[in-house]
């Protein structure tokens, strides 16, 4: 795909999720699946904003790429702590043999990560809002078109996450980062949930509550709080409001 039909192709997409989506989270989850599709070495990406309210909370793809991100937070060490220091895309063809850092490219090359691209989210005269993270599974994944490609949907996706949170004004903007947040933590508990009655990874468990969120045309919030509700508080509500969650 040419850069120009790409652009096209993200934007049309992320002015979609900026209308269907409820919350910050969401359309940083979106960002980062939409990232996958665009840039074709990707197998998994993560967007993090440094915005006070988030404390550089990241959104990944996947688990694997999720442990990253927070082992990448611990230490303050990684190319995305990089990318946010220099305010400039930051990039290892191999991180078998990357000397950077040494404890994150471990981890990532045990995970199967071998190349990583890390792309600030730039707004002029200010720092860094952000930084959005490509990874391939192999060495020197992202050549040629795969840099355009990460690159043009870390401007895109800047645009649309500084557009959404301009809708706000300071004191609504705050309140809706602490729900987010709050969002997330709800989440998280319903993703533990499903993984025990499921035995299944918490990649599997995320999929399967997005799947019940389309499937009810709902929010995936909604979907959460139904999940940490139990059965017996589902079972209770009359048939045209009672979840149909594909677990239960």
């Known amino acids: 795909m040419g850069r120009a039909a790409a652009g096209e192709q993200v934007g049309v997409e992320l002015a979609a999720l900026v ?3 409820s919350s910050v989270d969401e359309l940083l989850v979106g ?3 939409l990232t996958v599709r665009v840039v074709p070495a990707a197998v998994s990406a993560s967007v993090a904003l440094t915005a006070p309210a988030w404390s550089g909370h990241a959104i990944a793809v996947d688990e694997r790429v999720a442990r990253l991100e927070a082992l990448q937070r611990r230490d303050a060490a990684g190319p995305g702590a990089d990318a946010l220091r220099v305010a400039h895309p930051v990039e290892a063809g191999d991180l078998s043999a990357e000397r950077r850092w040494p404890v994150y490219a471990r981890a990532a090359a045990g995970a199967g ?3 990583i691209r890390a792309v600030p989210m ?3 005269d200010c720092p860094p809002i952000g930084v959005l993270t490509v990874y391939g599974a192999a060495a020197a994944a992202f050549g040629g078109p795969d840099h355009g490609h990460a690159d043009l949907v870390a401007g895109l996706a800047t645009v649309a996450v500084t557009g959404t949170m301009r809708n706000y004004d300071e004191t609504a903007h705050s309140a809706r980062l602490r729900q ?3 969002s997330r ?5 319903a ?3 499903v993984m025990a009655e499921r035995t299944c990874s918490a990649e599997h468990a995320f999929s399967t509550l997005r799947a019940a969120a ?3 045309s709902t929010t995936l919030q909604d979907v959460a709080a139904d999940v940490i509700a139990g059965p017996a508080q589902r079972e209770s509500q009359p048939p045209s409001t009672a979840s149909t969650c594909p677990w239960t």
């Open 191 to 193: 993703i533990g949930i």
């Open 185 to 189: 933590s709800a989440i998280d508990q």
């Open 180 to 182: 987010a947040l709050a």
């Open 19 to 21: 209308v269907a989506t």
């Open 31 to 33: 960002i980062a699946e």
């Open 214 to 216: 389309r499937q009810r």
């Open 113 to 115: 990560i071998r190349a």
């Open 122 to 124: 730039l707004v002029r």
